[in-house]
T-cell receptor
Framework: DADVTQTPRNRITKTGKRIMLECSQT?????MYWYRQDPGLGLQLIYY???????NKGEISDGYSVSRQAQAKFSLSLESAIPNQTALYFC?????????????FGSGTRLTVV | AQKITQTQPGMFVQEKEAVTLDCTYD???????LFWYKQPSSGEMIFLIY??????QNATEGRYSLNFQKARKSANLVISASQLGDSAMYFC???????????????????FGQGTTLQVKP
C-alpha cells in the first residue's frame, strides 16, 4: 500500500455538486497539506494541518473546506463545485517542519467539473 | 513574500547530454530549504534533491546536482547524462520560513515554481 493514498484517482462532477476528496497516510506524520495544480501555475496551497485541532488556510482556500478526522486522515471538500476548480489535487505529508525530504505526496486526484 | 520563479516553460535536451533547469527564489529569511521535484506524465511527484541555505556544498544525488548560488538567489538543477526517462515536468520549491506564532516552528509549507517541462530527444 502507498504511504499516502488519495481517493478517488479521477472524478468528473457537475457544477454545484458537493464533492469530497480523501487522503489517508500510514507515515505517522502530523503535518498534512492539500495543494492544487493548474497548468503554468505550479502547485498552490489550499489548506494545511498540524494535528486534528490545528487547521490553517493556505493561499487559495476560498471555495474549499477540510476536515482532519484523525492523524492519518485529511479530507478536502468542495462545497459547490465550479468549473475553475478543475485541477489536479495533491495531498502531502511531512514528518517535521525542517525535513530535508520536504513532502511525501499522494498520487493525486484529477478532478473535472463540468 | 517568498517567491520561486522558473523562467523556462519548456526545454529540450539530447539524450546523454547535460541540461540545466533554472530556478530563482526570493526570501529575506536567512534560513530556508530548496527542493526539486520531478513529475512524470503519470502525475506523481518525485523528490529529487534538497539544499539547505546553510549548506556549504552543492547537493548531489546521483545524476542530479543543485547549483546553489546564494548571492544570486538561484538554485538550478543540473541533470547529467540525460535519459529518455528524464522527460517530465520539474518543479523547484522553497520551504516557507513563516512561523504561525512567535517561537513556534515553521509551517513547513512549500512554495512551488511554475514548473519546467523537459523533453529528452533520442
Amino acid at each position: 500500500d502507498a504511504d499516502v493514498t488519495q481517493t478517488p484517482r479521477n472524478r468528473i462532477t457537475k457544477t454545484g455538486k458537493r464533492i469530497m476528496l480523501e487522503c489517508s497516510q500510514t507515515k505517522g506524520h502530523d503535518r498534512m497539506y492539500w495543494y492544487r495544480q493548474d497548468p503554468g501555475l505550479g502547485l498552490q496551497l489550499i489548506y494545511y494541518s498540524f494535528d486534528v485541532k490545528d487547521i490553517n488556510k493556505g493561499e487559495i482556500s476560498d471555495g474549499y473546506s477540510v476536515s482532519r478526522q484523525a492523524q492519518a486522515k485529511f479530507s478536502l471538500s468542495l462545497e459547490s463545485a465550479i468549473p475553475n476548480q478543475t485541477a489536479l489535487y495533491f495531498c502531502a505529508t511531512s514528518e517535521y517542519p525542517d525535513s530535508s525530504y520536504g513532502y511525501t505526496f499522494g498520487s493525486g486526484t484529477r478532478l473535472t467539473v463540468v | 513574500a517568498q517567491k520561486i520563479t522558473q523562467t523556462q516553460p519548456g526545454m529540450f535536451v539530447q539524450e546523454k547530454e547535460a541540461v540545466t533547469l533554472d530556478c530563482t527564489y526570493d526570501t529575506s529569511d536567512p534560513s530556508y530549504g530548496l527542493f526539486w521535484y520531478k513529475q512524470p506524465s503519470s502525475g506523481e511527484m518525485i523528490f529529487l534533491i534538497y539544499q539547505g541555505s546553510y549548506d556549504q556544498q552543492n547537493a548531489t544525488e546521483g545524476r542530479y546536482s543543485l547549483n546553489f548560488q546564494k548571492a544570486r538567489k538561484s538554485a538550478n538543477l543540473v541533470i547529467s547524462a540525460s535519459q529518455l526517462g528524464d522527460s517530465a515536468m520539474y518543479f523547484c520549491a522553497m520551504r516557507d520560513p513563516q512561523r504561525l506564532r512567535h517561537g513556534s516552528s515553521n509551517t513547513g509549507k512549500l512554495i512551488f515554481g511554475q514548473g519546467t517541462t523537459l523533453q529528452v530527444k533520442p
